[in-house]
């Protein structure tokens, strides 16, 4: 498989389709095994595994109506002019956050059209307009790009679906991650399933590079509606972004050493994901979250993400849990904000712990009280 499927064709059955709108919901997602380096074009270096999170989403609408002079750009020969074209001359798109025109979105939109184009050369044909809200606010410092190139997709794969009604539900999900995954790496893992593996691995049937699948065996009673609670660290800027950071992996001198891992710690979590072993999953969680940090502190240039309060609340996680039995734990994402993890049935110890210790640590004292969910919903 190399993608080349996945190019849009018409057949038989295929529609015609006027004018329009889809609305797709789709989640957020924490990472416990990490990606952190990748090849072209967005193929990451080593697979990772995520909770996919519930609260935390992305609602985007796209609505199109056929171009009155449509220009017909036919099959992709592979010239970069059929890109230029695309984005240039062919694919209009107007894109609205909140209600407010963001031009500054539409050059992150145009180079994701410019990747996903041969794949969905339809989209030529149409004129648009993006309609998109994210449930967290946007200075949060939580990543909008997985949740919002996930709906995005998703919005575009119903299109062609509408084209192609015979499609199969299979290669809809497929297919919508791997358009995710060419706009973000982690979107790919945005779209179906409560655990998803993103990344090509021996133990893992049926993952692959291209898109994300659903973790394919069964999960313990203890993961089922884990809790994730992100305290909101720092809502400032990123200081260096997650292109930036994969892209120091290459010739960083750990990297095959951490690829390798990363592969280890996939069938470990596999293992301790169905025989429901709450201390390995503390231990292998919050080893990925510092390695993913240690990666950065050691490529070159070096970077630090985490801020003092991270460190602080890191520290005040390891007391409470020697003090109290509890299996809470944390995790990181390319940033200072602590994703908090406990199983459900911890809820109320663990809430009061980050009411009484860990809020003062928060800006303005926020946080997202977020949990498990299955995957994205079209609305
Ligand atoms: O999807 P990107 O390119 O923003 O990379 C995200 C990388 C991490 O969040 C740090 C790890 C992960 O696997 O999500």
């Known amino acids: 498989m190399n993608g080349n499927e996945f190019i849009y064709k018409t057949d038989t059955n295929s529609t015609i389709l006027e004018d329009g709108s889809f609305t797709w919901r789709a989640p957020s997602n924490i990472a416990l095994v990490k990606y952190w380096g990748k090849r072209e074009v967005q193929l990451p270096e080593n697979p990772s595994l995520s909770f996919t999170l519930s609260n935390c989403f992305t609602e985007t609408t796209l609505e199109f109506k056929r171009a009155k002079e449509a220009p017909t750009v036919s099959e992709p020969d592979g010239?970069?002019?059929f890109e230029q074209t695309l984005v240039q001359k062919v694919f209009k798109f107007d894109v609205f956050l909140d209600g407010k025109r963001k031009p500054e979105f539409e050059k992150k939109i145009g180079d994701f059209i410019v990747r996903v184009g041969k794949l969905v050369s339809f989209i030529s044909d149409y004129d648009f307009i993006i309609k998109t809200h994210n449930s967290f606010p946007h200075s949060s410092g939580i990543a909008s790009s997985a949740s919002g190139m996930a709906a995005l997709s998703l919005c575009i794969m119903s299109m062609e679906k509408a084209l192609n009604p015979s499609m199969s539900e299979e290669l809809f999900y497929q297919k919508a991650s791997l358009l995710a995954r060419l706009g973000s790496g982690s979107a790919a893992r945005s779209v179906k399933g409560e655990l998803v593996v993103w990344g090509e691995h021996s133990n893992i049937?049926?993952?692959?590079?291209?898109?994300?699948?659903?973790?394919?065996?069964k999960v313990h009673e203890n993961f089922k509606n884990y809790q994730d609670t992100i305290l909101l660290v720092d809502k400032g800027e990123?200081?260096?972004?997650?292109?930036?950071?994969?892209?120091?992996?290459h010739g960083h001198p750990f990297a095959q050493q951490r690829f390798k891992q990363a592969n280890e710690n996939i069938s470990k979590l596999s293992e301790i994901l169905q025989n429901g072993d709450l201390k390995a999953f503390v231990n292998l969680v919050e080893s990925e979250a510092l390695t993913l940090h240690a990666m950065m502190m050691t490529s070159n240039p070096y970077f630090i993400l985490m801020k003092p309060n991270t460190l602080q609340i890191i520290d005040k996680i390891w007391k409470f849990r020697a003090t109290s039995g509890s299996n809470v734990?944390?995790?990181l994402d390319a940033g200072?904000?602590?994703?908090?993890l406990f199983p459900s049935n911890e809820k109320k110890l663990v809430n009061d712990f980050i009411e009484r210790e860990l809020v003062d640590f928060c800006q303005k004292n926020e946080y997202i009280s977020d949990s498990v969910?299955?995957?994205a919903k079209q609305m």
């Open 79 to 81: 010239s970069t002019d």
């Open 205 to 217: 049937q049926g993952s692959s590079d291209l898109f994300g699948v659903e973790f394919p065996h």
């Open 238 to 249: 990123k200081v260096v972004s997650s292109t930036v950071g994969h892209n120091l992996m």
């Open 329 to 331: 734990c944390f995790t």
């Open 336 to 340: 200072a904000n602590v994703h908090v």
């Open 373 to 375: 969910g299955s995957g």
